[in-house]
């Protein structure tokens, strides 16, 4: 159930033990903004945690929901995999897909400590890619430059060597 407050809604979920879930919403680019940015980006969810017994169980907030609902991606860490799942908030109910979604997808590992991609830095940090740390779910953040050639602000992950990384984009197709 969706409960709604002056500023959003929220929702709860309970993880199992040794399971970590984050869940993002998925942004559609305004159309005045298209041409010098992507067409989605997602925006990570703020959560509360409280421990219910050996659960961990979370509240999940989104603020400004959009009138016609917002497309969510749901992302659940358990040791050595991810089960990536797609949600939908509608207008006070969750909506969550029978069967987790197919997708396609690059493990990130290196030798050598190394930047992954370039982005465009937008000044709410909504953007394309999203690297996580499975281990615990956490976002590696980025370095933020400002790019001469570019005239923009742009950001750079650093990645560890012989560690393992999940990264996403959400694309139109």
């Known amino acids: 159930m969706v409960d709604e407050s002056l500023h959003g809604k929220y929702f709860s979920i309970t993880d199992l033990q040794g399971v970590t ?23 990570r969810l703020e959560f509360t945690e409280e421990m219910v ?17 917002n497309p969510l991606i749901i992302l659940s860490f358990k040791s050595d ?17 029978k069967k987790p979604m197919p997708m396609k997808f690059e493990t990130l590992y290196y030798e050598e400590e190394t930047d992954y991609k ?20 956490e976002e590696i953040k980025p370095t933020l430059y400002f790019d001469e050639e570019a005239n923009e602000v742009r950001g750079k992950c650093k990645l560890r060597p012989h560690k393992k990384y999940f990264a996403f984009e959400v694309k139109q197709n």
């Not at 869940?23 to 980006?41: D, Q, S």
């Not at 370039?118 to 779910?137: C, H, Q, S, V």
């Open 53 to 69: 017994g050996d659960k961990r169980k979370k509240t999940f907030y989104i603020s400004n929901p959009a009138p016609e609902g």
């Open 118 to 137: 370039d982005f465009a830095y937008t000044p709410n940090m909504k953007r394309p890619i999203i690297i996580l740390d499975p281990e615990n779910g």
């Open 81 to 97: 995999r991810v089960v990536v799942n797609m949600g939908f908030l509608d207008y006070d109910v969750i909506k969550i897909s």
């Open 21 to 43: 879930t984050v869940i993002y919403k998925v942004n559609r680019t305004e159309k005045e903004f298209l041409k010098n940015a992507p067409k989605y980006t997602v925006e």
